[in-house]
């Protein structure tokens, strides 16, 4: 069943374009009724990040829920992890995220997750859009039994207190230099304070949110102003958080940046070290790069992938036992502590590696080398480019050349009606034919 509203991350889109006051008020209503159960004060939490949009989005969210009966917490800008964690904590029935990630302001989104802090099934956000498209005036609550609105205090502290008690008492940062691009994002305030009271001396870029500029030449999809801050100040490294800081990357001290990949060999390696590692392995989705898993099956570990989308990677590493996974882009899940992707605390753990080694970022957080990697996006107006004969025959002649020796994977955005064409291998300028004879392909058939 092909969905209207959710993507892979919940719904985003252009604010007062896709994400509408109307649409909001009625996600609002259709969520606090599928949650409704039992005759107690239900109450839901909403965070946000620092969007302009996310005032008009977040107003009218509370007209929906105070509508059928909901008690509304707002907290006002907090990482997309913390609203996962506060659900849990303060006992909401469920958790908002206002955020479209790592998009520009004029995007926005709404990221739902249930009482146990993890993002709703499949199952649930169709139920949810059922309703969207229904008619909700007979299920509003009676005057009586209206919700209340309130912000709450102090949740910033919570997260932060959280996310330090990751790491072992005794671990220190001292003597370290960090440079952070909080991306004027959710994490403008918490990432820089958690990293000064761990001891590390902070330097904080992108932490000054206007509304407008979050994501803005900054933050984990645009390094080169961390690279910059790293050699100027001479900082041991850098960390830049998305929008939301769900996730994150770092640049090691010569500037030069280290994707999720790394990281995640990185964490894997010293967990397995450690004796944590749930199961012999990670999860990680078909994005991630070969040269990984071929490092990680080296070590005696394994590499489980899913479809791209850090909820497919949570679903895998409960159904099966993991509890360390993530994505190339830095989304990165350690099970142990938190329910989605958390920025700041897989930074922190990347970090107490580094501390252990003494060694340069350089040389602790380059586990492998790479395979060459081409990924190039078809953009689309209408129809199936991907049914195409022409596309199929394409595909399967690239498949045909690879030989085993490299991976294509073609898939779908959940997000814009793009396609994206990722091949990788062995030989860097085949990988580069084969993408581009695909994308050739596509391209004639999205005509």
Not at 254 to 279: F, M
């Given at each position: 069943m092909v969905r209207k509203f959710f993507g892979t991350d919940g719904i985003r889109g252009r604010a007062n374009g896709v994400i509408t006051p109307e649409l909001a008020l009625k996600v609002g209503q259709a969520t606090g009724i599928v949650f409704r159960n039992g005759e107690h004060r239900h109450r839901v939490l909403i965070g946000k990040d620092t969007r302009l949009s996310g005032y008009m989005i977040e107003t009218a969210l509370v007209a929906g829920?105070?509508?059928?009966?909901?008690?509304?917490?707002?907290?006002?800008?907090?990482?997309?992890?913390?609203?996962?964690?506060?659900?849990?904590?303060?006992?909401?029935?469920?958790?908002?995220?206002?955020?479209?990630?790592?998009?520009?302001?004029?995007?926005?989104?709404?990221?739902?997750?249930?009482?146990?802090?993890?993002?709703?099934?499949?199952?649930?956000?169709?139920?949810?859009?059922?309703?969207?498209?229904?008619?909700?005036?007979?299920?509003?609550?009676?005057?009586?039994?209206?919700?209340?609105?309130?912000?709450?205090?102090?949740?910033?502290?919570?997260?932060?207190?959280?996310?330090?008690?990751?790491?072992?008492?005794?671990?220190?940062?001292?003597?370290?230099?960090?440079?952070?691009?909080?991306?004027?994002?959710?994490?403008?305030?918490?990432?820089?304070?958690?990293?000064?009271?761990?001891?590390?001396?902070?330097?904080?870029?992108?932490?000054?949110?206007?509304?407008?500029?979050?994501?803005?030449?900054?933050?984990?999809t645009e390094t080169a102003a961390l690279s910059a801050k790293v050699r100027e100040v001479r900082a041991d490294l850098g960390i830049a958080l998305d929008g939301d800081a769900d996730r994150m990357v770092m640049v090691d001290?010569?500037?030069?940046?280290?994707?999720?990949?790394?990281?995640?060999?990185?964490?894997?390696?010293?967990?397995?070290?450690?004796?944590?590692?749930?199961?012999?392995?990670i999860v990680a989705t078909v994005m991630s790069n070969l040269g990984l898993e071929r490092h990680l099956v080296e070590r005696g570990l394994s590499l489980a992938r899913t479809p791209v989308g850090d909820r497919y990677v949570l679903e895998h590493m409960r159904a099966q036992g993991f509890n360390v996974g993530g994505e190339p882009s830095g989304h990165i899940i350690l099970s142990d502590y938190t329910t989605t992707g958390d920025g700041l605390v897989a930074a922190l753990q990347v970090l107490a590696v580094v501390k252990k080694q003494g060694r340069p970022v350089s040389e602790v957080c380059h586990r492998f080398e790479p395979l060459p990697q081409v990924l190039k996006n078809v953009r689309y107006k209408k129809g199936k480019p991907l049914e195409d004969a022409k596309v199929k025959s394409a595909i399967n002649s690239a498949e045909q050349r690879l030989n085993g020796h490299g991976r294509l994977v073609i898939r779908p955005s959940g997000t814009e009606p793009v396609i994206r064409v990722m091949g990788e291998g062995d030989d860097p300028m085949l990988v580069e034919e084969i993408v581009d004879g695909i994308v050739d392909a596509l391209t004639q058939a999205a005509a």
């Open positions: 829920f105070t509508s059928v009966g909901m008690d509304v917490l707002l907290t006002g800008p907090i990482p997309t992890p913390a609203v996962a964690m506060l659900t849990r904590s303060m006992r909401a029935d469920f958790g908002v995220m206002i955020s479209a990630s790592h998009n520009l302001y004029d995007d926005n989104g709404i990221k739902l997750f249930g009482p146990d802090g993890y993002k709703l099934s499949d199952a649930v956000e169709r139920n949810i859009e059922k309703l969207i498209e229904g008619d909700l005036s007979r299920q509003l609550a009676k005057s009586a039994a209206l919700g209340r609105a309130r912000r709450i205090d102090g949740v910033q502290d919570r997260y932060i207190e959280f996310a330090k008690r990751t790491l072992p008492r005794d671990l220190s940062l001292e003597g370290m230099r960090v440079v952070i691009d909080c991306a004027h994002g959710a994490g403008y305030k918490v990432a820089p304070d958690a990293l000064w009271e761990l001891g590390a001396e902070v330097v904080a870029i992108g932490a000054e949110p206007d509304g407008f500029n979050i994501n803005k030449e900054c933050g984990s001290e010569r500037g030069h940046v280290i994707d999720g990949d790394q990281l995640l060999a990185v964490i894997a390696e010293s967990w397995k070290d450690d004796g944590r590692l749930g199961r012999a392995g």
